[in-house]
T-cell receptor, first 112, second 117 residues
Framework: GQQVMQIPQYQHVQEGEDFTTYCNSS?????IQWYKQRPGGHPVFLIQLVKSGEVKKQKRLTFQFGEAKKNSSLHITATQTTDVGTYFC????????????FGKGTHLIIQP | DAGVIQSPRHEVTEMGQEVTLRCKPI?????LFWYRQTMMRGLELLIYFNNNVPIDDSGMPEDRFSAKMPNASFSTLKIQPSEPRDSAVYFC???????????????FGPGTRLTVT
């Protein structure tokens, strides 16, 4: 099935710095979802992207879907301690309510 | 509204024992998923159900693993016999498929941390 490569695996930033995580696929994706998992917690849905070149914003978070629909990114502006956690991209190879294939995640560590 | 409920939250068992994990999806959701999370392999889909029917169990690692969904409000994941390599956090998730051409977001439960000694 489809797989997605997520980088970096870990990212250390100073509080207030920006953060970006990337997901790349060798095949065209029909959609991509992003989830956040706090330490000791469970994945929580953030957003879904379906259109080529789509850009969506949620406060300090900006999500992009590449023009070729083979890559996606999540950018956080001016990180805060509440942003700590692991950010996953996930894709659904089928349609409807199929299971998700998750990237390995990017662990965001914020140093005050 | 209550989210996805999983029990137990923690399970410690000895190798060879049977383990049963339980999940109650969000009321009204029509899809249910079981995932396993480990440091080495990340989040892996084990099996999922649509309208209580198993659709894809290709992620189930071995015959030792089985899952059932007898009704819309309950599912179990059973491991028999358990092995130390089964130690992981097992998540149940549910979703509502409202439109056929849209992938539904999934709502995860708190997970069951399984330790097999």
């Amino acid at each position: 099935g489809q797989q997605v490569m997520q980088i970096p695996q870990y990212q250390h930033v100073q509080e207030g710095e920006d953060f970006t995580t990337y997901c790349n696929s060798s095949t065209t994706l029909s959609n991509i979802q992003w989830y956040k998992q706090r330490p000791g917690g469970h994945p929580v849905f953030l957003i879904q992207l379906v259109k080529s070149g789509e850009v969506k914003k949620q406060k300090r978070l900006t999500f992009q879907f590449g023009e070729a629909k083979k890559n996606s990114s999540l950018h956080i502006t001016a990180t805060q301690t509440t942003d700590v956690g692991t950010y996953f991209c996930a894709l659904c190879s089928g349609g409807g309510a199929d299971g998700l294939t998750f990237g390995k995640g990017t662990h965001l560590i914020i140093q005050p | 509204d209550a989210g996805v409920i999983q029990s137990p939250r923690h399970e410690v068992t000895e190798m060879g024992q049977e383990v049963t994990l339980r999940c109650k999806p969000i009321s009204g959701h029509n899809s249910l998923f079981w995932y396993r999370q480990t440091m080495m392999r990340g989040l892996e889909l084990l099996i999922y159900f649509n309208n209580n029917v198993p659709i894809d169990d290709s992620g189930m690692p071995e015959d030792r693993f089985s899952a059932k969904m007898p009704n819309a409000s309950f599912s179990t994941l059973k491991i028999q016999p358990s092995e130390p390599r089964d130690s992981a956090v097992y998540f149940c998730a549910s979703s509502l498929l409202a439109y056929s051409n849209r992938v539904a977001e999934q709502y995860f439960g708190p997970g069951t941390r399984l330790t097999v000694t």
